[in-house]
């Protein structure tokens, strides 16, 4: 039998909460040669571990947790961790990565996955002490915010601020469908509503101290390559943007070509993006910057405002989160947009969804399909940002109308009969990328097996200097990006290392940093199999081309205004295009010549 | 009359990556594992401010003096303190003399971990990203420092 990869720790840790067992097991060989970790091994131990048919927020759905292979080796920006499991947004596979410190603290523990199932009867909080685990009560904890209860799990367990705690928030506990896991009160398990699954399990939080080692195949190679890409972060135009304005240094180019999703999807271009561009962050509102686990580029961003007379200091605020909460909503001053977010990072909610709920439920007021008495007397309009923050907090607190909402945009929609202006595609709202003004994204929306989900495969980039309207060709585009971002979240690096990391850099530090010697070509092949079985997991779910759409908005309308003035979308021709070039046939199924190709037949399910 | 240089710290420009962490426990240990590193960047995660606590190598250092088993001293080409590993009991008397809490106990729990200066290439300033850490004559510390404070007074206001 080969050995596990030399920076791993071949270990996954099993707690059951129903029966309060804890147990060690050995991750095979073969799933680090055929998923390497991350995202792709979650996906195979779900799809392995998992009935078909589960409801979500039960107590049969599981949290797999998985490390990659890279992470706490010397590879910069190695420092996500995936969890996987069954969306109660969506119903469909889903998984999310957080950054910072918690995944890398995992390992260090002696861990490169963490699975957790069945339901706890009381709430209580894992505590996991390099090898010593276990679980304790957390009554005291529940309803706890965020910051409150991470701070009080580190004083119980000795005031050592170094432990690093995953936590939900009140929304969490609620079952919130948006909700949120939250690791080092600023980095989140985002999108897809894990921190629901987790609320039902009666889990408030996963604690842990780590103070393994992590060793390298080759670490004077690692070392020098390692020494080289610094200095290609330092001179490259993109990675510096990000040092400064963080993720936000997108704005101004999306908002001039037209495709910034404003006003629930119904404009391209925000005006008030004037106010909330780079620069004007940096100097208004950002105090200092920080940093994930050993990435050089430090694209968080400490900000502080005073929101009526309050003091609002936080880690924040990337692109999307100023997309959602800000243009969507029309809104576009910092106060109300970094207040909004604080009461979605304090009761653990996913800022995108509860920005495009919102952003969704302004339209229906300004249509009047809901009115005063609905909205337990908010004025839902657009730009309002004080509405903003009061139906937040009322979505985090399952408030009057705030509960509906909780149910995620796509159950809202169809309680209100208003389906045509719910933004999403499976039930995960949109991004805030509108895709009539890039069609890759279009297609990389439509077939993401999370939902509406843009880093799954961001074409952005590759799109804006071509023809971004072009929709014929873009399939193989997608295909491409879809496997390698497979790549980089089954490796454990931040997306934002692609811009120097090539697959080539990927798989030169996977080698001197694991050992594992893996071929471009095999690489590849890795993606593609791990893209397949996501798509077999939702297949078995009852999920098929049918699912696989956009809002009517993208295919019926075209943007009025800007640069990307006079398109919509023609999915249909887009997704045959797409499946051809999966090897999947036209309902969107895999072939069974393309599972036998990737060694994953006994997933079949034809 | 020593002229070595020092480590100094700016926290204003440390991000919190820990990268200084990871070359300093590789440069030490071959592994890269944070709590064998010398160096240590502390979170205060209320603020976001990154402390690197890091040794200064202080002259006379309270580590050396304190020591019962003579296992400190001072390096005479960096003027860094060394620890002799078989003089060391672990009794950890230079912790609690520390002004700085820059000492750790190592994982063995038999030694202690004291920076070295990695000979006079500091690993943990060569590999920081923002230049959050520098190696440099003592009275050249706190310049860039002062300049930011300088600028304040200029703009009539507080940062």
Not at chain 1, 506 to 516: D, F, I, M, T, V
Not at chain 1, 562 to 588: F, P, T
Request: neutral net charge; glycine residues 10%.
């Amino acid at each position: 039998m080969e050995k596990i990869p030399v920076s791993s720790t071949g270990k996954l840790l099993r707690v059951n909460l129903s029966s309060k067992e804890i147990s060690q097991e050995s991750i095979p060989f073969h799933v680090y040669r055929d998923y390497l970790g991350g995202r792709g091994a979650g996906a195979y131990y779900l799809l392995k571990e998992l009935a078909k048919g589960v409801d979500p927020l039960s107590e049969d759905n599981k949290l797999v947790f998985f490390t990659g292979p890279v992470i706490g080796t010397l590879a910069p920006g190695s420092n996500k961790v995936s969890v996987t499991f069954k969306s109660p947004l969506t119903n469909t596979y889903s998984m999310s990565l957080c950054g910072g410190f918690w995944g890398p603290e995992l390992k260090f523990a002696g861990y490169d996955a963490l699975i957790i199932e069945g339901k706890s009867e009381k709430p209580v909080y894992l505590w996991i002490d390099n090898g010593e685990v276990s679980l304790k009560a957390a009554e005291h904890l529940w309803g706890q915010l965020i910051p409150k209860a991470s701070d009080e799990v580190k004083k119980e367990l000795g005031n050592d601020n170094t432990i690093r705690v995953a936590c939900i928030g009140p929304a969490g506990e609620k079952l919130n469908k948006m909700a949120c896991i939250t690791a080092d009160r600023h980095r989140e398990f985002g999108r897809g509503g894990a921190g629901a699954v987790m609320g039902s399990k009666n889990l408030k939080a996963i604690a842990v101290r780590g103070t393994g080692e992590i060793q390298m195949s080759q670490k004077g190679k690692m070392a020098s390559l390692v020494k080289t890409l610094y200095q290609e972060f330092k001179g490259h135009p993109k990675a510096n943007a990000r040092t400064r304005y963080g993720t936000v240094e997108m704005l101004e180019g999306i908002n001039n070509l037209g495709f910034w999703s404003t006003r629930n999807f119904s404009q391209g271009y925000f005006e008030g993006g004037e106010k909330l561009v780079g620069p004007k962050m940096r100097d208004d509102i950002v105090v200092s910057d920080a940093s994930c686990y050993a990435c050089p580029i430090g694209c968080g961003k400490n900000a502080r405002v005073y929101y009526k007379g309050s003091r609002v200091h936080l880690e924040g605020p990337e692109f999307e989160t100023v997309g959602l909460l800000g243009a969507n909503c029309g809104v576009d001053d910092w106060e109300s947009i970094l207040k909004a977010t604080e009461i979605c990072d304090y009761y653990g909610m996913d800022t995108m969804a509860v920005g495009a709920t919102i952003s969704f439920a302004m339209e229906c007021f300004e249509k009047g399909i809901i009115g005063l008495k609905d909205t337990d007397n908010i004025e839902l309009k657009f730009g309002n940002g004080d509405a903003l923050v009061s139906l937040a907090e009322k979505i985090a607190n399952r408030d009057g109308f705030g509960d509906l909402l909780a149910e995620g945009v796509k159950i809202a929609s169809e309680k209100l009969n208003a389906q045509d202006y719910a933004m999403h595609s499976k039930g995960l709202p949109l991004a805030t990328y509108d895709p009539r003004g890039c069609k890759g994204m279009a297609l990389t929306y439509a077939t993401s097996p999370k939902g509406a989900h843009h880093m799954i495969s961001p074409t952005m980039g590759a799109e804006i200097p071509g023809d971004r309207f072009a929709e014929e060709g873009k399939a193989g585009l997608v295909k491409d990006t879809q496997i390698q971002m497979a790549l980089v979240d089954s490796l454990g690096f931040c997306s934002t290392m692609r811009f120097v990391l090539s697959v080539d850099k990927q798989q030169q530090l996977l080698e001197l940093g694991s050992g594992l010697e893996i071929s471009k070509e095999d690489m590849f092949k890795i993606g593609e199999r791990i893209l397949n079985i996501e798509r077999l997991f939702n297949i078995r779910e009852g999920f098929n081309r049918k699912d696989d759409t956009l809002p009517n908005r993208f295919l019926k309308e075209v943007i009025k205004e800007g640069l990307s003035a006079g398109h919509s979308i023609n999915l249909e021709k887009m997704l045959d295009e797409y499946y051809q070039v999966m090897g999947w046939d036209r309902n969107g199924i895999p072939e069974e010549s393309k599972l036998a190709e990737l060694n994953i037949s006994q997933f079949g399910n034809k | 009359m020593m002229r070595n240089k020092v480590l100094a710290v700016d926290y204003h420009k440390c991000i919190g990556c820990r990268i200084c962490e990871q070359w300093c426990s590789l440069s030490h240990h071959g592994v890269i594992s944070p709590v064998k590193a010398r160096v240590k960047v502390h979170r205060i995660e209320e603020t976001g401010a990154n402390i690197p606590v890091i040794c200064t190598q202080c002259n006379p250092a309270p580590c050396v003096s304190i020591c019962p088993e003579n296992a400190l001293s001072r390096d005479l080409k960096t003027g860094a303190v060394r620890v002799n590993d078989d003089l060391c009991v672990a009794c950890r008397k230079c912790m609690n003399a520390c002004p700085n809490g820059a000492i750790s106990l190592d994982t063995s729990g038999e030694t202690v971990l004291i920076c070295d200066l990695c000979k006079g290439k500091p690993q943990c300033v060569a590999q920081c990203p923002t230049n959050s850490l520098t190696y440099v004559l003592p009275e050249i510390v706190g310049r860039e420092q002062r300049t930011r404070i300088a600028r304040c007074f200029e703009k009539g206001g507080r940062e």
